[in-house]
């Protein structure tokens, strides 16, 4: 299994400007509260490193993985402490030793066999260690809307520009949890990440209190944030 065939879209998608920033921020912060003192972290699909400096703020090492040489260079630009970023593709780079803490942000869907990820992410887990994985939401407030207004059809039913980048499919929780499953890896915690009620365009003008402000509504809303957030341990551990 290899991830050579996935699209690369950093000429025209910049995660640093793009509203998509707020769910990166978001996402990291949430992340971040689970690491301890001196953990090894890796990160699939760093991409510029937004969320990577989040993760650098605490007394971590930083494994960060991406596949975009264009995003590589950006990250490396960083000059962030205690990250080293690599370049290559998930399947295909190896690892010296085992990580107490995996981090794949927004990557399952864009993956065509996510349950060999699973696998994949299990062979690197540390005895204890936890993987963090977030996934765009099909129950998402604004597809909820879309739906209702008979913009889309079906509420999995991958946008246009979802499919710009790839996105294959979009999994809900329990899709994702069912993913995990064969792989020995146990769902011990999951949340919504920001209630987002209209598309990005239409929220792109928005002052970043009121994001915040809509993430923290993901506490009265917890299955319809923009994204799920589960965090797995393997099963021998839970």
């Known amino acids: 299994m290899t991830d050579r065939a996935l699209l690369d879209y950093s000429a025209r998608y910049d995660p640093d ?12 912060r949430r992340i971040r509260r689970w690491f ?22 605490r007394p971590v090492t930083v494994d960060a993985l991406e596949r975009s040489q264009a995003y590589v260079a950006r990250a490396r630009e960083r000059e962030l402490p205690a990250v080293t970023v690599h370049h290559g593709s998930i399947f295909a780079w190896q690892p010296a ?21 699973f696998v994949h992410c299990r062979a690197h887990l540390a005895p204890g260690g936890l993987l963090h994985v977030s996934v765009n939401n099909p129950r998402s407030l604004h597809r909820l809307v879309a739906r209702e207004m008979g913009l889309i059809d079906e509420l999995g039913q991958v946008s246009d520009r979802g499919a710009c980048f790839p996105s294959t499919q979009l999994l809900d929780e329990e899709d994702v949890e069912l993913l995990a499953r064969p792989a ?4 011990v915690h999951r949340e919504g990440i920001v209630v987002k009620p209209l598309t990005n365009a239409q929220l792109a003008d928005l002052p970043d209190d009121v994001i915040e402000g809509l993430d923290r509504l993901t506490r009265h809303l917890p299955g319809h944030g ?5 965090i797995f341990v393997a099963e021998d551990t839970a």
Not at 36 to 57: I, K, N, Y
């Open 97 to 117: 030793g085992r990580y107490e803490q995996l981090v794949a942000a927004n990557l399952l869907n864009e993956l065509p066999d996510p349950a060999a990820f």
């Open 36 to 57: 301890r003192p001196g953990d090894r972290v890796l990160e699939f699909g760093c991409a510029t490193g937004l969320m990577t400096s989040l993760f650098a703020q």
């Open 17 to 28: 400007t793009d509203f998509d920033r707020h769910f990166s921020v978001a996402t990291g």
């Open 226 to 230: 923009a994204l799920n957030y589960l």
């Open 184 to 187: 020995g890896l146990e769902c």
